[in-house]
Every structure is written in structure tokens, then in C-alpha cells.
């Protein structure tokens, strides 16, 4: 019984031992674990924040082209206007001459 408990006693403390190891590779596995997922959730904090920068800078633009856009229509809209009001006072004036002479 004597070396039953003296073998028992060694796999004992070699079972101890290969559970500190182990115990001590977990922690600096979830360690690394911890790391990495702060690490993700400051990148992820980055870049909505950028996306937040980007967007307002697209909304910017977006409005800037809206008002260029309808700047550049009022001056077609009126240089159209002109064009067709010279247009039909030059007929009117024709028509008039045609009736007035003939």
C-alpha cells in the first residue's frame, strides 16, 4: 500500500502541476483575448466616428451641389425666358411691318 501511495502522490503532484500550467496558458490566453477585444471596440469606435465625418462632410457637398444646381437652372430658366421674350417681339415686330406695309 506503501508505493500505491507514494505513486498516487507523484501523479498527484504532476496532475497539480500540469493544471497550473494549464491554468496559467488560459490566463494569458484570455488576456490576449481581453486585449484583442479592446483593441476591436476602439477601432470600432474609430471608425463610426469617421463614417460620422464623412457623412456630414457628404451632406455638406450634397446641399452645395443642390443650390448650384438650382442656381444653374434660374439662369437657363431666365436666359430662356429672354431669349423666347426677343424671339417673339422680333415676330410681333415682323407682323406688324407686314400688316402695316401691305
Known amino acids: 500500500m506503501l508505493t500505491s501511495n507514494g505513486n498516487l502522490s507523484g501523479r498527484l503532484d504532476t496532475l497539480e502541476k500540469g493544471v497550473s500550467a494549464l491554468d496559467s ?3 494569458e490566453l484570455d488576456d490576449k483575448v481581453g ?3 479592446h483593441m476591436n471596440s476602439e477601432l470600432m469606435i474609430q ?3 469617421n463614417f460620422r465625418t464623412i457623412h456630414h462632410a457628404l451632406e455638406n457637398n450634397r446641399e452645395e451641389i ?6 444653374i437652372k ?3 430658366t431666365s436666359r430662356c425666358q ?3 421674350f426677343g424671339g417673339g417681339l422680333a415676330l410681333w415686330t415682323l407682323f406688324v411691318a407686314a400688316v402695316l406695309w401691305s
Open 66 to 71: 443642390k443650390k448650384s444646381i438650382r442656381n
Open 25 to 27: 496558458r488560459v490566463a
Open 47 to 49: 471608425s463610426n466616428e
Open 82 to 84: 429672354l431669349y423666347l
Open 74 to 76: 434660374s439662369q437657363y
Open 35 to 37: 486585449h484583442v477585444i
